[in-house]
């Protein structure tokens, strides 16, 4: 298995990134609340290292909530403002602009923050509920927003969306099949069989007793059948990813907090 995505409107966004920072009194970095480790890249982190920060660790609702309080305290502890959102929730993206209230140092009459993350994490959601409109384009697909882009937010914050950045090359193996999962990379980019199999041998090791069948099972259930009978594993795999990425089959977080340092 090979999942790998750095297409050239990423390399020359973050370029965009780097002069824009200057220009900014706040970085929200959007995290997948499931993947609060592979869901970062350090490139970010290294670029936004002297300004405000808020971590915002989006899509609560299908990760374990233990698990995200936890993470929450160990961003905490690392001197970040850190929050749990659901990021199709009004009152749940409400804390973010509470969140940039608090951090914020305005050098000038409006405050401005650049809204960072990976692919698929949900930045453009959480714009579009801050300015309650549909004003940043949003897809459950990776690779949707491709420029950066202002919006005013009422009364006194303007906000930067950016394209979600990915690191060049995704080295280690857990986190390519994680982050395929999750979304943060297009469906094109992976053998969907693959990231089936290795998202269930994660339940199987580590939440013993879920009901989360195998792609096998999952298929055969759903009638996934070609031609004279057999299975369509191919075509199942596509379904059995949405499936598990919706929290169908429960909610998970594949790292906890004490697998490695946060930054």
């Known amino acids: 298995m090979s999942v790998q995505w750095y297409p050239g409107h990423m390399a020359k966004a973050m370029r965009r990134i780097a002069e824009y920072v200057a220009l900014v009194d706040i970085v929200v970095e959007v995290i997948d609340a499931r993947v609060p480790r592979a869901g970062r890249n350090p490139a970010l982190d290294r670029l936004t290292r002297n300004r405000a920060r808020v971590i915002v660790l989006n899509r609560e609702d299908l990760a374990d909530g233990t698990i995200t309080r936890r993470w929450l305290e160990r961003f905490a502890a690392a001197g970040f403002e850190a929050i749990a959102t659901d990021g199709r929730a009004q009152p749940s993206v409400k804390r973010v602009a509470e969140a940039m209230k608090r951090v914020g140092r305005r050098e000038r009459g409006r405050a401005r923050a650049l809204v960072v993350g990976l692919p698929n994490s949900g930045k453009s959601s959480i714009i579009n509920g801050l300015l309650r409109r549909a004003a940043a384009k949003t897809e459950d697909r990776a690779g949707v927003t491709r420029q950066l882009q202002w919006f005013r937010l009422p009364p006194d914050i303007e906000v930067m969306d950016t394209p979600g950045i990915l690191v060049p090359k995704i080295a280690d193996a857990d986190a390519q099949w994680k982050l395929a999962l999750v979304g943060a990379v297009p469906l094109t980019r992976f053998d969907p069989e693959a990231i089936a199999e290795s998202f269930h041998r994660w339940v199987d090791a580590h939440v013993p007793g879920a009901a989360v069948p195998d792609l096998a099972a999952f298929a055969q259930a759903r009638g996934f059948a070609r031609r ?30 004490d697998d490695a340092p946060t930054a």
């Open 228 to 257: 004279g009978g057999a299975i369509d594993l191919h075509t199942a795999a596509r379904v059995y990813l949405r499936a598990a990425g919706d929290g169908l089959f429960g909610r998970f977080s594949f790292e906890m907090p």
